[in-house]
Nanobody
């Protein structure tokens, strides 16, 4: 199994930046993709981005050009660099790994974009 812990959220002004981290326990992190999801108040949880075990990335259209997902397998950590933040980016952000058909989720970290 794997345990995921997100960190790095906080309050930021529009146009600002944050870097989220997702650190995994265990020794199998490098073999699986990592995804980031977010959930705003009153809304469904939505997919944001995915990075494969080989480093290939995909992004939701609304964050393309602003967000960058990366990973450091030696540290068992995935990152989400968020630039040019907008009010609509406000949400709880979760990392996710699907391992052998089971979805593992972190506890989430709050990102609030406000002036």
């Amino acid at each position: 199994q794997v345990q995921l812990v997100e960190s790095g959220g906080g309050l930021v002004q529009p146009g600002g930046s944050l870097r989220l981290s997702c650190t995994a326990s265990g020794s199998i992190f490098s073999f699986y993709a990592v995804s980031w999801y977010r959930q705003a108040p009153g809304k469904q949880r939505e997919w944001v981005t995915t990075i494969s075990s080989g480093g290939n990335t995909n992004y939701q259209d609304s964050v393309k050009g602003r967000f960058t997902v990366s990973r450091d397998n030696a540290k068992s950590t995935a990152y989400l660099q968020m630039n040019g933040l907008k009010f609509e980016d406000t949400a709880v952000y979760y990392c996710n790994m699907n391992i052998r058909g089971y979805n593992y989720w972190g506890q989430g970290t709050q990102v609030t974009v406000s002036s």
